[in-house]
Each structure stands twice: as structure tokens, then as C-alpha cells.
């Protein structure tokens, strides 16, 4: 089925681990992004790209890093993980830099202790 | 300072009532306003709005913009259990590169 995979839907880390969540499209959507979203805070903007070989920071960049070597795949690596970084992460894609028609994938819920 | 705000934070009604959740915004270089809905899963999307006035409308939900006020509404009538989510209003400033979402309104509709 079309859309947004990503993967693990769950993980558990501890403290100073690295890890990646994976994210994949096949609705060749030039535009990805990764969220996370926490109670009470809403769904903040770590990083996206506007196309192969471009990423840029969100609102929250910091302990994370990306990288777009396909149109498809958007992977998210924490480098060093926290406790604050425990959190739902979700990645969304889009034809639009707008946001019309964004996407979201299913969701992974990182725990870091 | 919060550039999304949503009222009101939760809502309980019943069957066949009408809603009204409310977002006001703020930001220098507004491009488009979006509403999400969000079960317990990923935000599905709703609407974009870019212009003031126009409302754009699916079933049983509408939603309009004003430009000049900063704020918009999302309309639910006739609501079903059904519709019981989250409902997220997002703004894309400047290039449309940045997305900022509002904490939601969680709306809760009884039998």
C-alpha cells in the first residue's frame, strides 16, 4: 500500500545509545520531515528536506541528524540518546512544500532510560 | 512565545451536537493554515486554507480562515462518536518549509 512506513513502531534505549528510525515513501513526494510529539506540546519539527541530497533544521534539531540520499528514504539518527528525548516520532511527507496532502507514517514511540 | 494557539483544549458533547474549535496564529510570513485529525495513530489531514473568507468544506466539516484576524475555525455539525480525535491546527510560514502545530484540541463525543 502507498504512503509513509516507518520503523521500529517501538523502541527502548538507554542512556547514550544511538539508534535510527527508518522512514520510507513511495508516493514520490519531493518534500519529508520528522515530528516529535510530546503531551502538552504538540508536534514539533526536528528536521526536513525539500529533496535529495537537502535537509535543513526545524524548531528542535538538536541530538538528532538526517541525511536524503534518495527521493524515497529519510532516515532520523539520534546520536547520543537522552531521557528528554523520549518521545513519539512521527516522519510526513508531501508533494507540497505547503503541507497539502501531507502524509504521516504510523508513528514510533521511543523510550530512553 | 506559542506561534499556534488552540482553544478550546478539550471538549465533551454529545451525539448530534454541534462544535466549534477555534486557532489563532501568529507568525511574520504566513503561507497556508492546515487541520489534522488524530485518533490514536498519525494526524490524517483535514484542510488547508490560504485565503481569507473561503470555506472550504468536507461532509460534515467546515472550516474558514480570516487573515486579518489571525485565527480560524473548524466546524463539526450533526457529530458522531466517530469523530472523537485530536484535532491539530498547523501553520506553514515563509517558504512553506516549517511547519508550526498547535497542542490540539481533544474533542471527546458521547453516545
Known amino acids: 500500500n502507498a504512503g509513509v512506513t516507518q520503523t521500529p513502531k517501538f523502541q527502548v534505549l538507554k542512556t547514550g545509545q544511538s539508534m535510527t528510525l527508518q522512514c520510507a515513501q513511495d508516493?514520490?513526494?519531493?518534500?519529508m520531515s520528522w515530528y516529535r510529539q510530546d503531551p502538552g506540546m504538540g508536534l514539533r519539527l526536528i528536521h526536513y528536506s525539500v529533496g535529495a541530497g537537502i535537509t535543513d533544521q526545524g524548531e528542535v534539531p538538536n541530538g538528532y541528524n538526517v541525511s536524503r540520499s534518495t527521493t524515497e528514504d529519510f532516515p532520523l539518527r539520534l546520536l547520543s540518546a537522552a531521557p528528554s528525548q523520549t518521545s513519539v516520532y512521527f516522519c510526513a511527507s508531501s508533494y507540497f512544500r505547503g503541507g497539502g496532502g501531507y502524509t504521516f507514517g504510523s508513528g514510533t514511540r521511543l523510550t530512553v532510560v | 512565545e506559542d506561534k499556534v494557539v488552540q482553544s478550546p483544549l478539550s471538549l465533551v458533547v454529545h451525539e448530534g451536537d454541534t462544535v466549534t474549535l477555534n486557532c489563532s496564529y501568529e507568525v511574520t510570513n504566513f503561507r497556508s493554515l492546515l487541520w489534522y485529525k488524530q485518533e490514536k495513530k498519525a494526524p490524517t489531514f483535514l484542510f488547508m486554507l490560504?485565503?481569507?473568507?473561503i470555506e472550504k468544506k468536507s461532509g460534515r466539516l467546515s472550516s474558514i480562515l480570516d487573515k486579518k484576524e489571525l485565527f480560524s475555525i473548524l466546524n463539526i455539525t450533526a457529530t458522531q462518536t466517530g469523530d472523537s480525535a485530536v484535532y491539530l491546527c498547523?501553520?506553514?510560514?515563509?517558504?512553506?518549509?516549517?511547519?508550526?502545530f498547535g497542542t490540539g484540541t481533544s474533542l471527546t463525543v458521547i453516545p
Open positions: 498547523a501553520i506553514a510560514e515563509g517558504t512553506g518549509n516549517q511547519f508550526y
Open positions: 490560504t485565503s481569507s473568507g
Open positions: 508516493m514520490n513526494h519531493e518534500y
